[in-house]
């Protein structure tokens, strides 16, 4: 295979990777755990929950960011 593609296919692995590890974590304290979900009034759980999501989703946006900000280049000897 060429470098360039296996380059992009690194990136698009690193992408999904990412991706589906932070629903993974946001899925299973969020709805397996209950802390998603607000009964009635906001519990230190729930408070916990949403910073946790709002600080990661910047986190995992900021990083797929860095993953494809440049172009992919190859350095010919």
């Known amino acids: 295979m060429e470098p360039k593609l296996i380059q992009f296919l690194n ?6 990777g990412l991706v589906v590890l932070w629903m993974t974590l946001n899925s299973t304290f969020g709805i397996m755990l209950g ?25 995992v946006f900021y990083t797929l960011y ?10 010919e000897e």
């Open 11 to 16: 990136r698009i692995m690193r992408t999904i």
């Open 66 to 75: 860095q993953f494809w900000r440049h172009p992919i280049v190859i350095k």
């Open 35 to 59: 802390y998603a979900f607000i009964e009635g009034v906001w519990q230190v759980g729930n408070k916990i929950f949403y910073a946790f999501l709002l600080l990661s989703s910047i986190g």
